[in-house]
């Protein structure tokens, strides 16, 4: 302030940026799904997930789905536990009877020779020869259930995280596009307008300093409206040019 007068000062950012900002404001709420709003940029930016992102969501869906299947097999569903089973575990069936086959004809054989085949001795030997095959093929079986309920916990556990990676993956690439619209902003200019305002008893003091250098002030030569004598210098009369 100076003599009564006020400055004020005000700074607003560039139009240019100010549109710029504006856009992303409306892309952010095309994104989040709001609604127009008190923004003064308009209405949202709608704007759909590329092909690649919606692909991955859909690969996302299968992953979780492979987990809900992994689960239902973890908590007792049977059909669910039998898809994680080996597919070629049955190929071993034929195998294991073979087996079974042959340690009761070689239980009988020794029988025979010891002179005891057809007696409790022989049919005993070959149950056992027989229960000792079941017990191997028992065995791989329950190796193989094991192997498949590994594969069950793997199966949800990549289905759990295949969930939320599904859900927010819409989010993680929108928030990757307004962080590159932030880092385009870069610097950006202001535009600064200044006002100045004067109070009334300053301007009037103007007006009546202007009025008295009129009306009293003494010009630098002669014809001014009014014209004073140099000191010394009498009243006589008037010179050509000069008035009282």
Do not use: C
């Not at 307004?178 to 301007?203: C, E, I, R, V």
């Not at 009306?215 to 010394?232: E, I, K, V």
């Amino acid at each position: 302030m100076k003599g009564g007068g006020q400055q004020s000062v005000s700074q607003t950012v560039d139009p240019r940026t100010a549109q710029y900002v504006d856009y992303a404001r409306r892309l952010a709420m095309g994104y989040t799904g709001s609604g127009p709003g008190n923004y003064g940029g308009g209405d949202p930016i709608l704007r759909n997930l590329p092909p690649e992102v919606q692909a991955a969501q859909q690969q996302y869906g299968q992953y979780a789905r492979g987990g809900n299947l992994g689960f239902s097999a973890l908590t007792g569903d049977a059909g669910a536990a039998a898809q994680f089973q080996n597919p070629y575990l049955s190929a071993m069936n034929p195998f294991f009877a073979q087996q079974r086959q042959q340690a009761i004809e070689q239980a009988n054989q020794q029988a025979t020779l010891a002179g005891a085949f057809g007696g409790d001795r022989s049919q005993i030997g070959a149950a056992v020869a027989g229960s000792q095959a079941d017990q191997t093929q028992a065995g791989f079986n329950y190796q193989a259930f094991q192997d498949a309920m590994q594969r069950a916990a793997q199966a949800a556990n990549l289905g759990f995280g295949a969930i939320g990676a599904g859900a927010f993956l819409p989010q993680a690439y929108q928030s990757g596009q307004l962080n590159l619209l932030n880092q385009a902003l870069g610097p950006h200019g202001q535009t600064q307008t200044q006002q100045s305002h004067s109070d009334l008893f300053s301007q009037l003091l103007g007006l009546g300093a202007t009025a008295g250098g009129l009306f009293l002030g003494r010009p630098s030569s002669g014809g001014g409206l009014f014209s004073y004598p140099d000191a010394g210098q009498g009243f006589g009369p008037a010179t050509p040019g000069q008035v009282w």
